[in-house]
Structure formats: C-alpha cells, structure tokens
C-alpha cells in the first residue's frame, strides 16, 4: 500500500473528503439524494498488488471482503454504482470470476478500465458494465472517451462513444453497427430488481420478494416488479411477410374472425406450410404491429399431457405459467400458440375433453389474451367453425405468392412454367422460399428439368440459414471465437434442459468456461437464457427466504430449433463422450465406482424455482442406462439402474414430488421388473410415494401393491415404507380397513420405535381410538420419537396432536416445535398453515408474524407448481381466513382467481364452487370497501358466476366445440 501513499496525499490535499477513503486500504463510499432517489458509490482497490508489467489473472484484490464492505456501508440504495481499475479477468483464479459475478450481483452499474479497449454492455439482469477507452498523446494508438447520461426520473439511459478523427482533427461520435449505429449507446438503469433495497429480516424472509411476488395478498405487485417481469419474458414475434398476406383470403378472413369473437382457434399445419405467414399475417389485420409483438410460442412437441404442456410452457417462457397468464392481465392483446401439440391430445376423447376445458381455464383467466393451437395432422373429430386446415397452394395462389414475394417477380413472370413450378414444390410455401433463393444462383429452366436433383423431404423443415451461419463460426471459427466455445454448444445441445454457468464451469475444471463463452453464443442468438425465480423459502427464522429476482441464477439453454440442427453436427460417438464426461460432474467423480454423490448446486437452485422438471441428471441417467440395455452388459445395468434410483430417491428428498414423478415414470418405461427387480421395485416405491403425495391417490395406490405383488422383497424395512404408504392412502381415502391393514403389517416387520413403528402405531391409533385414549397414545408416541431424534415420525404425530388439541397454548406450543425442527419444507409449510387457521378459530389471526404471512404466500406458490392439492387446499383457506379477517379484499379476490384456474386445471370445480359462492356473499356485504379494487378479479368472478350459471364454459357451449366435445 506504500506505493499508492501519493493518492493518499492527493485526496487530503484537495480536499475530497466525501470520499472518506478507509487509510489502511484506500476504498470509499459515498451516498447522496438525487430526483428523489437515493444513490450509492463504492470505490473498490484492485491495483493494492500491483508490481509489474503482464500481470493479467495474477492480481490479489479481496474483492469479496472489499464488496461485502461496501454493501454494508452503502446499506439501502435505489441505484447502485461500483468503480474499480481492473476488471475481473485480471485477478488470480481463486478470484475469478467469482468477484465478477459479486460485482454484477451487488450493484447496477460497473465501471473500470485498464484494459483501454472501450465496450458497454447491459446484462441479461440488466446489470450495465461499462469499460472505459483510453486517449495517447502520439499516432497511431487509440484516442476514445465516452461520456453516460441516467435519467433517474425516467427510465432512460445512454452513453456516447467519441473517437479522435486523425484527419479532420477533432473528436467525433464513434457509431458501433448493432449497438451504437447513430452514435449512443440506450440502456435501461432500471431494468434490474434493486437487491440494494431489500430489507432481510430476522426471519430471512426478504420484505422486498413480498412486493415482487405475484400473489401479494396485501394488493397488486407495484408496476416496477411487474415491469420487471415482462422484461425476462420469452416473446417470440412474427414478422410480417407481404407475401404471406396474398394467398389464403378467405380462409384467413374466417380464421381472424374465429380469432376475435372466441379468442381461440385451432390450425392444422404441417411443417414447410407456411403457419407463421398465415398467423401472423391474421394478427397483422388484427392488431398491426403490437399484435405481432405480443405472441408467446410454446414448442408442444416432446408434451404427452396437457400438464406437460403448461410445464413447458413454464420453462420456455422464462417464468411459471401461472404468473405468465396474471401479467397479460395487465398487459395489451397478446398472443398464446401453442405450437406441433401432439395429435394424441385430440384423438383420445378424455384427452380432448381435457384439453378443451383446460385451455377454457386460460382464457377465463386472461381476458386478455388469445390462443392458436397448432397441430401437423388431421385427425377424426376435428371439426367446426373454430377448426382451420392448411392446405398446399393451388396453382393460382402460387402466381400471387411470387408476386408479392420481393425476390420472386422474375419467377412469377413465367407463367408458363407455373404448373412445372407446383409440380416440383408441391405448393408448399417454404419449398417456394427455396426455390427463389435458388434461381438467383442457377437457371430455373436447369432446376425444374433436373428430376434427379434431391430436395429436402417435404416433411422435415429445413434449418433457417441465419441458423446454419451462426453455427458454422462457432464450428469454424475465424473470428477469434475458441474451442472452448464450441464444446460449451456442444454441451448445452446434448444437455438439453440447460445448466447455470456455475454447473458447466465444473464439467472441464482444467478449462472451464466462461462468461465470454455465454456471451458469444447469445450475441449469435444460439443460446437463450432463462431467470430460475425462487418462489419459496424457509420459514425456520435464521435461514434466508426467496431471493430476488437480480440475484436468481440464470439457466443457460440452446433453443429447440437450433439443437435440432447441431445435433446432426454431433456424431453418436462424441455424444457418448459428453455425457461420460457430464456424469463425472453431476454424480461425482467416483459414480463409475457405485459411490454417488449427487450435485447441490443445481438441485438447490431448482428446488424452489418456478421452473418444474427433473432436469439433466434425468437425461444423463436415462442415456447411461439405455447404453448399458442396448448392449446388455450386467455390470453396467446394474451401476447406471442404481445411479437412476437413487437420483429419483433425491428429488423425493428434496420434495419435489412431482419430478420426482415424472422421473420415476421415464425410468420404470426402461426397467424390467423382472430382469431388474431390486431396482424396479425401488423406482417403483419412489413413484408410488411422488403420486401420492400429489394427490393420485388410487394410482398410487396401484403401483404399490403391484410391487408387493411381484414377489419378495428381502429388505424389511423396505416393506416396512410400502405398506405405510399404502396404508396412508387408503386413509386418505377413507378406506380405514385396509388403512389398519397395511398399518398392521408396516408396525410387524418394523423395528420398534423407528420411524415407520412410530408413524404406523400413530395411524391405527387414530383408527381405533378417539378421545383422551387417543392423545395419550399419540402424546406417549411423541416423546418417545423425540427422546429417539425420529424428526419426521415426531414432526407428523405433533401436527396431529396439535390438530386435536385441547387447549390453544399447547397447540401452538407444538406447532411451533414443528416449524423450528423440520428439515423439510413440506412439513414447516403444513404447520405454518395449521398455525394460520388455529389463531383464525381464536381470533387471534393477528397474532400471525409478518415472517409467517410471507411464508403462507411461498407454501402457496410451492403447492402449485408441485401439484400437491391437498396442501393447495390448505393453503388456501389459511390465506382465504387471513385475508378476511385483516379486510384485504384484492387478497381474497387474487387467492380465488389464482386456486380456481388450478382447480380447473385439476377437474376439482366443486372446490370451486363453493368459493365462488363465499366470495359473492363477501362482494355483497363489502362492496363499498372493494369499489374498483380488484377489476380484474371482479371481471374473472363475474365471468365464472355465468359459466357456473350456465352450466357450462363459454368455449365449450358454443355450436363447433360443443360438437368437437362430443
């Protein structure tokens, strides 16, 4: 630190004691009110080692503690500006790029320099990084500054490139093509959430994420968080094409019609028949310009289900389905397509009868919003005036289609070879596209008499050429891009879920990648990347809550259509070899041996996300194991069967049941029952406890008494977890004789006092018993778990005893033990509920903590997205209670909205109707309190008090549907 004494000097000397630098390390913060905002500065030192020449990726800066510190001196900000000399490439690699992505994190904007080489760029966060240029004072080296503008009021943001002209002598503006074409460079300061201004309280749960979440019971998000949320969603617009509106008038015409009275249309289109030019053209008339900027695309193709669907549609749009169709709420018209859904959907009845009522759902839910469903086939049953087929073009629309299209006139002029030209196109838009793009380069006459030339199959699309240039430089590269670059396309093509940067970076530790890999493949729009919003949080009081929305990790996905076209880059052999490789890092480095150990990073950030799915590990496992199948090797079999199970048996672990389920589902597809017993039963048990705790309760039911049936199963204490399942659903069920029935047999084979002994004791209990017999049966079992550390057998029998407590103190008492002792979120979120509506029965709702309200909201949001009802319903009414009692009616009337689309999509409308009665009693008797609050929620009740009348959705009454239903 003695060679930067002199600096030292400089800032007493002048006088620059806003800067209050710290003595021993020469790092700042100041803080000061501009336009009603609070803005904080933070000097950080990263030239403290600094000795020689060459010193990239060998400088110490302690950027975490330095960071840390002036996060902590800054404290509550609206905007946030660090300043730092180096940036982070150039520190030592115990540092980078960990200090990098701390300086994004915690502040808006970055500034720094040394490298000379100027550059602006807006993360995909809306972090602004800015490097600064240099000016020398001889020819030939570069002579740049820039100067910035934040509009603090406003939303606006620029900066200005100048650059020194040699020959006119003066400084001029430096246009930079895509970025900066007329000189500035536009950015948004706001466009990032503010983790400077989150307030985390004791209990860690982040008072900010309240006001960000789209179920605020208080009232609706504040238009910044909602503004927030657009930004990260996936639009995915049409262009409008003239040529596309020449052809199909009539058609389109009744298309636009159906379109706008129903708001739902369905379009049979096979690939290369042109569906975009005929949507968007149809939206064109509609809405001009916006209505082809607000479509949403979901690609249906690899959905089984109507529910896959809507997970989809989760995960490509960047943001949970449900709150996607709460924010085009408060948009404009905007566009759902629902893109190759799968012809099974429509051909099986219940299916179809499914689909119908669900997109039903959608559309009562988002008045706003419209849905095309497209499919390539036809199939028996699809008829009416909502139901459009596209045809190949006859002869005539092909004349008009060449006239309209910019480089097809010279083609339309030769009329006489029209037929010649259907002939060989076969009417099919897109083979027209070709065939323009090739008469620029060869004769048409060569082309329409060469029948030996090979055309591209007319039922596979071929790859965009924007698509095929984009990859080529990465697969040959001459523009400075690295290898490195292409294995990182390589990878994310084969791992088709995506992965955060933080998860790839361990798969080549001696050269992983980096942020300037990510940043290359997305400026050639070959990857995309998807905010992971935490939804949920823990309710124990010292663990952190959800985290914000700047903070989220980021997944890092190629798009479906490019991976179709890398793939056929990508040999068998070398897909192999990326997933052997890919095992060694999301199973640990000794799988191969049967010693697994099953990566955090990712299952953490998935845990609590919005984004359901088993995610890769259920691709790599699948591959593995399909490999060891194929060739029937039985060690192999046996290592990657194993390696299966046991990542299913972590995502129930983790409670994500309903990943677990679908994981659960692929693999026992790939297992034999009886050539791979052990394992099949095990996946079997998993999938067995996933469905039943969603809710399924007869198909799980099913799946374990069929393991049961299959044969022996030499682990007791295996034994033990199935007949306790099923004795548990049949209670469930109602079914309290083959309840005590299973019961009796987990509690023979079961060692005393271990979990199962306790749970299933507990359970014939309450069968048998009642009265003061049953809690002293249940109270005695409850100190006995405890004196033995049983957490969950304790956990589950206090929530019981607290369920028939006599008095409200020792409920209390016992559900608060619950929320301290659990370690899973399933059972903290069932005693916070209990909570809520045992202070609700005493009036003493108030007595809820802030930390608790929060939690109920986050329990809410974790039911959904893992389907699991029965704690929905629970949720439900704890917040229905709350809400009522403290008078917030945009609450109550949002949690209707909200639990009635799910309950629609669950076939559960009898839970619904009678809220739907509740909450007209309520509007009723507080109409003057709710004026025009909750519009929308009034507008959505409204809508289903009619259909309810009716006895039947709007959709499904009308004369095409009602005859497609039937």
């Excluded at 298309?255 to 939206?283: C, N, P, T, Y």
């Excluded at 459009?388 to 030769?414: M, T």
């Excluded at 593995?624 to 129930?652: G, H, M, W």
């Excluded at 109409?927 to 039947?952: C, D, F, K």
Aim: hydrophobic residues 40%; proline residues 3%.
């Amino acid at each position: 630190m003695k060679r930067l004494a002199s600096y030292q000097t400089f800032i007493r000397e002048y006088g620059l004691h806003h800067l209050s630098p710290d003595e021993s390390r020469l790092i700042w913060s100041h803080k000061f009110d501009c336009c009603d905002h609070t803005v904080g500065i933070a000097g950080l030192n990263s030239a403290w080692s600094c000795a020689t020449n060459k010193e990239k990726a060998k400088l110490w800066m302690g950027g975490k503690w330095q960071i840390g510190e002036m996060v902590r001196q800054l404290g509550k900000v609206d905007f946030s500006i660090a300043l730092v000399h180096h940036p982070a490439n150039w520190l030592v690699e115990e540092e980078d790029p960990q200090v990098g992505r701390l300086l994004l994190r915690d502040f808006d904007l970055v500034l720094h320099g040394h490298e000379h080489a100027d550059f602006v760029r807006q993360e995909s966060d809306g972090t602004i990084q800015i490097s600064a240029g240099a000016s020398y004072d001889r020819l030939g080296r570069p002579k740049e500054y820039s100067f910035g503008s934040i509009n603090l009021k406003g939303t606006g943001g620029g900066l200005w490139p100048r650059v020194w002209d040699e020959v006119g002598g003066g400084w001029v503006s430096k246009n930079i093509a895509g970025k900066a074409p007329d000189g500035k460079f536009s950015f948004d300061p706001w466009r990032r959430t503010q983790t400077g201004n989150r307030t985390i309280g004791e209990s860690g749960f982040s008072t900010a994420n309240k006001q960000n979440q789209i179920l605020s019971i208080e009232g609706p998000p504040t238009s910044h968080a909602l503004d927030d949320k657009f930004r990260h969603l996936r639009r995915r617009p049409y262009g409008f094409e003239r040529h596309h509106s020449r052809i199909r008038l009539a058609l389109r015409a009744e298309f636009e019609d159906v379109l706008s009275r129903e708001r739902l249309a369905w379009l049979v289109a096979d690939w290369q028949m042109g569906k975009e030019g005929f949507i968007s053209g149809a939206l064109n008339n509609l809405g001009s310009t916006e209505a082809l900027e607000a479509v949403y695309r979901i690609d249906c193709g690899k959905s089984e289900t109507v529910e896959q669907i809507l997970d989809e549609g989760g995960t490509q749009l960047g943001i949970a389905f449900v709150e996607f169709a709460e924010l085009i709420n408060r948009s404009g018209q905007a566009t759902l397509v629902l893109e190759d859904v799968q012809i099974a959907l429509v051909r099986a009845q219940t299916l179809k009868a499914e689909l119908f009522s669900k997109l039903q759902a959608i559309l009562s839910f988002s008045p706003k919003l419209r849905i095309v469903v497209v499919l390539r086939q036809w199939a028996e049953g699809l008829q009416g005036e909502s139901v459009f087929r596209l045809q190949s073009l006859e002869i005539s629309e092909i004349e008009n289609y060449l006239k309209a299209h910019p480089d097809g006139r010279d083609l339309a002029k030769r009329v006489e070879r029209l037929e010649d030209i259907y002939a060989h196109t076969g009417g099919l838009p897109t083979a027209l596209d070709r065939l323009i793009v090739k008469s620029k380069y060869v004769d048409l006459e060569d082309i329409l008499d060469d029948h030996s030339a090979i055309e591209e199959s007319p039922n596979a699309e071929p790859a965009p050429q924007t698509l095929v240039d984009a990859v080529s430089k990465v697969f040959h590269p001459q523009n400075g891009l690295e290898q490195r670059t292409l294995a990182l396309l390589k990878l994310l093509t084969v791992l088709k879920d995506g992965e955060t940067l933080e998860s790839v970076r361990r798969i080549y530790p001696r050269k992983p990648f980096r942020e300037d890999d990510v940043i290359a493949l997305a400026d050639l729009a070959l990857i995309e990347t998807l905010p992971i919003e935490q939804r949920t949080g823990n309710f124990v009081t010292n663990k952190r809550a959800a985290l914000s929305l700047g903070s989220s990790p980021k997944l890092i996905r190629v798009p479906r259509q490019v991976r179709d076209y890398v793939l056929t880059l990508i040999s068998s052999e070398e897909r192999t070899r990326i997933f052997n490789t890919v095992s060694h890092s999301i199973f640990g480095e000794r799988w191969y041996e049967g010693k697994i150990k099953l990566r955090r990073a990712i299952v953490v950030a998935y845990k609590q996300s919005t984004i359901a799915g088993p995610a890769n590990e259920l691709l790599a496992a699948q591959f593995l194991l399909r490999s060891a199948l194929d060739k029937n090797n039985p060690t192999r079999i046996e290592r990657f069967a194993s390696l299966a199970v046991d990542y299913c048996q972590k995502l129930i672990a983790e409670d994500r049941f309903r990943d677990a389920a679908i994981a659960c589902r692929a693999l026992l597809k790939m297992l034999d029952e009886n050539a791979n017993r052990s394992h099949w039963s095990l996946c079997a048990y998993y999938y067995g406890r996933a469905l039943r705790m969603t809710g399924q309760l007869d198909a799980a039911i099913d799946v374990l008494e069929r393991i049961v049936g299959v044969g022996k199963i030499e682990s007791k204490g295996f034994r033990a977890d199935i007949y306790l399942n099923l004795a548990w659903a049949n209670s469930s069920l109602e079914r309290k004789g083959k309840a005590k029935e299973y019961a009796l047999e987990a509690i023979e084979i079961s060692e005393k006092e271990d979990d199962d002994w306790l749970q299933a004791t507990a359970l014939v209990a309450q069968i048998e018993l009642d009265g003061g017999q049953l809690d002293a049966v249940l109270r005695n079992l409850l100190g006995v778990a405890r004196r033995n550390r049983k957490i969950t057998a304790a956990n589950n029998i206090a929530l019981d005893l607290a369920r028939r407590g006599k008095s409200m103190e020792e409920s209390l008492r016992l559900l608060d033990e619950v929320i301290a002792s659990a370690k899973d979120l399933y059972n903290q979120t069932r005693a916070v509920v209990d909570k809520a509506k045992l202070l609700r029965k005493s009036g003493r709702i108030g007595d809820l903590k802030p930390e608790e309200e929060i939690g109920l909201c986050a329990a809410y949001e974790y039911s959904c997205s893992q389907r699991l009802s029965g704690l929905l319903d629970s949720c439900h009414d704890a917040l229905w209670d709350y809400c009522l009692v403290k008078g917030f009616w945009s609450g109550l009337f949002r949690i209707f909205r909200f639990s009635s689309f799910v309950w629609r999509l669950t076939d559960r409308s009898d839970r619904e109707s009678n809220y739907i009665s509740k909450l007209v009693e309520t509007r009723d008797a507080n109409m003057e309190s709710i004026g025009n609050l909750v519009e929308v929620e009034i507008e959505y009740l409204g809508q289903r008090i009619e259909q309810q009348a009716n006895g039947t959705d709007r959709h499904l009454n009308t004369p095409a549907v009602t005859k497609q239903m039937t």
